[in-house]
């Protein structure tokens, strides 16, 4: 049994499972990169946490195993499902979702952790974690939890705030052919009831379970009532598939440290592998709207969208494709250098009409508040004293407005 772990976490929120459930199969507990003291070589996708996963059970000789995971633990588990069916004997998704609330929102939190660091996520883990009950009655483990989110690395913590925005499988649950058992917390408000019965009304074999009393860190909360819903789905799973169990090596109790395994190494490309192939001509507009989105946010591109009449539509498309498609998605420059390029032109051409979104944009391709600083003070001596100040208090405004921890 491979069991993945929440964001912000380490494998210690499973620490109260372990007894019970390494009395039946061999448990393999893993960290994120940069959490808990793991590496942190960054991963940037789920799928490319997936495949580290994949490769370092490979490395021990792993081939087929039942799968546990919190939240983005179970993105992991999912997308081994749809990608590597074969490997995954049964699945158990926990406080988990099809597309995590909106990429919008993540690539906003990985603004905030950019520029104020990890304690701003940090104070507000035990509310999105816990019941209110829970948390004032555990005062010992809200603090562990804090103290779990402080002491992750903030650029693996953007990386997998990257990963979540660009999560949506919703198009896919049809696909996912293992028995699978979808676990939530009753008074989750991250990822609760309502994505949970999306995930059951889309994945053909599917079974719900409602922890009563429990938030997001149900596994945590209510250790016992998990423990036995896990059980009893797992056993009742390999019944059916016998051989299925190929399992890793066991993992010590709560007791006893544990041992780390090799950590989600960084996987190169094969000697001699091609790079991939830039768009072709037609595929520039889903390019283009790919990009286009991941830089300056669903909310500007849905509001550019629906503003567009027949007048203006094939503007749009012309710029989707060719600035979007084209230019954004060439190798040659990364996306914080393209930022600074395109702030320094808008106030040079004094359209800083576009200022407020690239400043935005600016934000989540990586700048900093200072760097940005940086930027306009360059573009104030070549560009003009007078631009450069109407951006200076745009960009001010964009800044707070981004960085701002919420209340």
Not at 11 to 20: F, L, T
């Amino acid at each position: 049994m491979v069991i993945g772990p929440s964001l912000g976490t380490t494998w210690h929120m499973w620490d109260r499972q372990i007894p019970e459930l390494s009395q039946h199969w061999r448990v393999f507990r893993y960290d994120l990169p940069g959490h808990g003291g793991a590496p942190a070589h960054a991963a940037h996708s789920v799928v490319e946490l997936a495949d580290r996963l994949l490769a370092t059970l490979d490395g021990l000789g792993v081939q087929r195993f039942g799968y546990v995971g919190c939240s983005i633990g179970g993105a992991v588990g999912a997308d081994l499902a749809l990608r590597h069916p074969h490997r995954i004997a049964s699945l158990a998704l926990v406080a988990s979702s099809p597309r995590f609330g909106t990429a919008d929102e993540f690539r906003q939190r990985g603004v905030i952790v950019r520029t104020n660091g990890l304690e701003p996520m940090a104070r507000t883990a035990p509310e999105r974690w816990f019941t209110p009950g829970f948390a004032a009655a555990q005062p010992a483990i809200v603090e562990w939890a804090v103290q779990m989110v402080r002491t992750t690395d903030p650029g693996c913590y953007i990386a997998a705030c990257e990963a979540l925005a660009a999560f949506d499988i919703r198009d896919h649950l049809g696909r996912i052919g293992v028995p699978t058992l979808v676990l939530v917390g009753a008074e989750d408000q991250v990822t609760g009831p309502a994505e949970a019965r999306t995930l059951v009304a889309g994945i053909p074999d599917a079974r719900l379970a409602l922890v009563p009393g429990a938030s997001h860190l149900a596994p945590v909360e209510q250790p016992a009532a998990v423990c036995d819903l896990l059980l009893t789905h797992f056993s009742a799973a390999w019944q059916d598939a016998p051989t299925a169990l190929t399992v890793a090596p066991p993992v010590p109790g709560p007791a006893t440290p544990a041992t780390p395994f090799a950590p989600l190494a960084e996987i190169a490309p094969a000697p001699g592998a091609p790079e991939a192939a830039g768009p072709e001509r037609g595929d520039r507009y889903e390019r283009g709207t790919k990009v286009r989105r991941e830089v300056l946010g669903d909310a500007h591109v849905d509001a550019v969208n629906a503003s567009a009449d027949a007048f203006t539509e094939d503007f749009q498309e012309l710029v989707t494709r060719y600035a979007w498609g084209e230019v954004w998605s060439r190798d040659g420059l990364d996306r914080r250098t393209r930022s600074c390029v395109t702030l320094t032109a808008l106030v040079a051409s004094g359209h800083l009409e576009g200022l407020a979104a690239h400043t935005r944009a600016a934000l989540r391709n990586g700048l900093t508040p200072a760097e940005i600083k940086e930027v306009l003070l360059q573009s104030a001596v070549y560009c003009g004293i007078p631009a450069a100040g109407a951006a200076f208090t745009i960009a001010q405004s964009v800044i707070q407005e981004e960085t701002t921890p919420p209340a």
